[in-house]
């Protein structure tokens, strides 16, 4: 079966330092992978998605980056945390045949004083 | 852009009584899902339907895909404590490239 991991779980970090959180997934290959952040437990925004290594698209302009290096891992990024990065940032996967069915990790909450 | 509205937003309710869950669009979509989001968890995939007037039950959970494609409803039966979270519903449009647009959650909360 199919799993993902998303770590760590909970991040401090003040303004201005870098981000990494990472995200894999076991059980499957060539997965679409994504990246959201959901502000005050509501909708989610989709903030990066990828459909093969080294495949990013990016659908909200901002300072953060992500990047695929091997085939169920993906990286979300930042060289300089700003306050309105906080927030909870979910890592999901899905397959090439289903598009609209995506899984998610458990997420990380950041928090950027 | 293609949104999705969800009504209520906030819902507040008593351990047996019924509700309803209503997910709105101005636009088709080709599936719509719903999704139950636990505090401080990822959103789990309850079901998807694709078909328009699909109406599909998952135990007390009733979802229904609207004939036209553009709005979708959960209702559920003789709630539970157990059905406390955050009711996320998603659909995939024709044009967007696999890309999910998620309404902005209805947030329920089942009293014992």
């Known amino acids: 079966s199919q799993t993902i991991h998303q770590w760590p779980a909970t991040l401090v970090q003040p303004v201005g330092s870098p981000l990494s959180l990472e995200c894999t997934v076991e059980g499957t290959s060539n997965p679409n992978l994504y990246w959201y952040r959901q502000a005050a437990g509501r909708g989610l925004q989709l903030l990066f998605y990828s459909v093969g290594i080294g495949q990013i698209s990016s659908e909200v302009p901002q300072n953060l980056s992500a990047s695929r290096p091997q085939d169920r891992q993906f990286i979300l990024s930042s060289k300089k945390l700003l306050l309105s990065d906080s927030g909870f940032y979910l890592c999901a996967w899905s397959v090439a045949e289903r598009l609209y069915e995506q899984y998610f990790g458990p997420g990380t909450r950041l928090t950027v004083t | 852009t293609q949104l999705l509205e969800q009504s209520p937003q906030f819902l507040s309710i008593q351990e047996g009584e019924n509700l309803t869950v209503y997910c709105n669009s101005s636009?088709?979509?080709?599936?719509l899902q719903w999704y139950r989001q636990e505090p401080g968890e990822g959103p789990v995939l309850l079901v998807t339907?694709?078909?328009?007037?699909e109406v599909k039950k998952l135990k007390r959970l009733t979802f229904q895909f609207g004939d036209a494609r553009k709005d979708s409803s959960l209702h559920i039966t003789a709630a539970q404590p157990g059905d406390t979270g955050l009711y996320l519903c998603?659909?995939?449009?024709?044009?967007?490239?696999?890309?999910?647009?998620f309404g902005q959650g209805t947030e329920l909360s089942v009293k014992p």
């Open positions: 998603a659909g995939l449009s024709y044009n967007q490239g696999g890309k999910l647009i």
């Open positions: 636009s088709v979509f080709s599936s």
């Open positions: 339907v694709v078909t328009g007037g």
